[in-house]
């Protein structure tokens, strides 16, 4: 059941936002100062800035064969697998006590990098769910299946996962959410452009290669039949538009009346299987499940088979032989246009971080994290909360008993820095010479360890990102901001650089997480993670009507030419891309650099503090990878997180001197001003 160097990480030791003006200046002046090199003067910073720092940068940079792109965010986490690695190599070649973080980290990574092992066990592993699907006879017997697959981490009829009530969210409840589909959203089965049927083709050849592989006859007609059972279910899909909508998303039922109105499904007989004791559950999106109900019976049993077995299999790829894993890079690289696959060591940092990360955390905490970090940090989060709470009394569109409950909101965040306070743990056995056992096992001891959760209070020391990974995020249904050790790094912050450096880079992070409990839709939820409304009707109106400006401002921008951004979708991150840059300069402007006119490096602290936003967008991604991105992803590519932005944002204006007839100028009074 169910976004470098170790010194850097203790870079926040020395930083902390001022609330009062000081006369003394605290910012560097020396050849230390972070340099901003590339910058490209025949762009004009008004035209666009973010070409105007990183078009130099962007010309030369090479995105390596095995990668998708280069660059900051995202992709810093390239550098951090390279430090995982080192603490995996190293516990590997060691033995340790049995059952010891050190033993099952060690001996996972290295049954994972036995590929002869691997290789030689070909079809092996999965003869046993092969067999399975084999005998199924019935209905009742190919859902019976399916809950033995869902423990074993195979959503692909029936997706569900442990979540708070949004209604009380005190209670974790049991949600299923729409699934069924191959390829990453409803949209690719549809469309017709001549980049999305060349994707249809490859998964189509991808399941081709799979029933190929398992010795199937027939296979490019097997897989036209799991194709066409797809589509008809990817229709009943809701986009991922219609999904922000959090109420249109919330449908709580009993299990008698799901078990009456889908009689195909055998809800009640399902969630036994699953060892989830209930009485009611929420069911996210009803059309898909009224849709599968009915393909039940329409499809032919047998059709069901092919399409259970293409999906375990898929589930399965990358953790048997050579040729399954090929196949599945073969199709993933349309996608995606990475080149080739990455090493095997590469692939199982991956995996290790993915299926046992806190254990990895650990140790990675252990040897590159400095423990005085989590309060310095902590600090710096602290006061920008305050600069927000500025922010929401200087509102004049919002109403003074609406702005009492936003603030109740916002300081009642809980904020998690650098790692958990409680460590998850991982209760499973690990064998050095079974790669397959292992996996499977960790997935399923994440099935077990979601269930103890069911008909509880939420575990409110649980992340759901492991410390060593490069980004933030806020969850509303527990009202929390989480920034992970990984991102307390540069470009992001920089204890040698001056605060305009570290206030553009990570108090802009900062910033844009906070926010994120007033977006689209963390303004649907209450301080308590509740969906609720604590807001009066002419404010939520105003509100929605600024947040409409967004969308429409950022549907308008385009990538690779003519591809538009889909603004319903990214309006949440846009807000907080927005407003987090606002937060952000506010913070800055109470320290003592952010008070004086010094120039380094010959700008201006203002300059300064704007050239760091831009540099921390610093990306570079294959083609193919961007187009699926703006497809599905609810962030703006890295150009429109720093263009879009500063065109709301005066004091950029005055820094720069942008001007009328500058590309990127709007007159003060199309600014947008959320938060």
């Known amino acids: 059941m169910k976004t470098l160097c170790y010194i850097s990480l203790f870079f926040w030791i020395c930083i902390s936002c001022k609330n009062e003006t000081s006369n003394k200046k605290d910012f560097q002046t020396d050849n230390k100062a972070v340099v901003f090199d590339g910058i490209s003067d025949s762009i004009k910073p008004g035209d666009d800035f973010f070409n105007h720092v990183n078009k130099k ?19 810093l986490n390239i550098p951090q697998q390279e430090l995982l690695k080192n603490v995996l190599q190293e516990v590997s070649q060691r033995e340790h006590p049995k059952g010891s973080i050190e033993q099952k980290v060690g001996d996972f990574y290295a049954s994972g990098m036995d590929t002869l092992s691997i290789d030689s066990r070909g079809i092996t592993p999965i003869q046993p769910i092969l067999d399975q699907i084999e005998a199924i006879k019935d209905i009742s017997g190919m859902t019976d299946f399916v809950a033995i697959q869902i423990k074993s981490g195979d959503y692909s009829m029936v997706a569900p996962y442990v979540s708070p009530d949004q209604e009380n969210s005190s209670l974790n409840i049991l949600h299923v959410a729409q699934s069924g589909l191959g390829m990453p959203d409803r949209d690719y089965y549809f469309q017709e452009d001549a980049s999305v049927k060349a994707i249809q083709e490859a998964y189509k050849t991808y399941l081709t290669s799979l029933f190929k592989l398992v010795g199937d006859r027939d296979a490019e007609a097997q897989a036209a039949i799991v194709f066409e059972i797809e589509k008809q279910l990817a229709q009943s899909h809701k986009t991922r538009i219609e999904r922000r909508v959090i109420k249109e998303n919330y449908h709580k039922m009993s299990v008698s009346e799901l078990d009456q109105k889908h009689p195909n499904l055998g809800w009640k007989a399902l969630f036994t299987n699953l060892g989830a004791e209930i009485d009611s559950l929420d069911v996210s999106q009803p059309n898909y499940y009224d849709t599968l109900n009915k393909l039940l019976t329409k499809v032919p049993l047998a059709h069901w088979k092919l399409y259970l077995k293409a999906h ?14 090929d196949a599945a890079f073969e199709y993933s690289k349309v996608l995606s246009g990475q080149a080739q696959q990455q090493s095997r060591a590469k692939q199982m940092v991956r995996r290790v971080d993915d299926q046992i990360g806190f254990a990895l955390g650990q140790l990675y905490v252990k040897r590159y994290f400095k423990e005085d970090a989590k309060k310095r940090a902590l600090d710096l989060v602290n006061n920008f909360q305050k600069v927000l709470e500025k922010r929401i009394d200087d509102l004049d569109w919002m109403s003074d008993s ?8 916002l300081y009642a965040i809980n904020k998690k820095i650098g790692y958990p306070d409680v ?18 096992a960790l997935q399923q001891d994440e099935y077990q360890y979601e269930l103890k959760l069911l008909n509880k209070a939420p575990n409110r020391d649980e992340w759901h990102t492991t410390p060593s990974t490069v980004t933030a995020y806020y969850n509303p249904a527990l009202n929390e901001i989480v920034f992970p050790a990984g991102i307390l790094q540069p ?50 109106t105003q509100f929605k009507a600024r947040t409409q400006k967004i969308i429409d401002q950022y549907s308008d921008f385009t990538v690779l030419d003519s591809i538009h951004l889909k603004g319903a979708l990214t309006v949440g991150e846009n807000t907080a891309d927005n407003a987090g840059i606002a ?39 294959r083609e193919e990878f961007l187009r699926n991105y ?11 997180r720093v263009n879009g932005p500063l065109m709301n944002f005066t004091p950029f204006y005055n820094a720069f001197n942008v001007e ?16």
Request: aromatic fraction near 16%; avoid cysteine.
């Open 57 to 75: 940068w962007f010309d030369k940079a090479v995105i390596a064969e095995d990668q998708v792109g280069v660059g900051s965010y995202r992709f």
């Open 312 to 325: 375990s299999v898929d589930s399965h790829a990358n953790i048997l032989s050579t040729p399954f894993r």
């Open 402 to 409: 609406t702005k009492l409950k936003a603030k109740d909101k």
């Open 423 to 440: 460590w998850k743990t991982y209760d499973v056995a690990i064998d050095r010479d079974k790669f397959f056992e292992n996996a499977v």
């Open 491 to 540: 470009p992001y912050f920089d204890l040698y650089a001056d605060d305009a450096v570290n206030y553009g880079g990570i108090g802009m992070v900062i910033g844009h997480e906070f926010t994120h409990a007033f977006d689209d839709q963390g303004a649907q939820y209450d301080k308590n993670g509740n969906v609720a409304n604590w807001w009066t009707e002419d404010d939520y």
């Open 583 to 621: 937060i952000a300069y506010d913070a800055f402007k109470l320290t003592a650099q952010g008070q004086d006119s010094t120039k380094i490096g010959g700008y201006t602290p203002d300059q300064r503090f704007f050239l760091s936003l831009a540099n921390i967008w610093r990306v570079k991604m």
């Open 630 to 640: 703006v497809m599905t992803d609810p962030h703006s590519p890295p150009i429109w």
């Open 660 to 675: 009328p007839g500058d590309r990127n100028f709007k007159p003060a009074e199309e600014r947008i001003k959320i938060w």
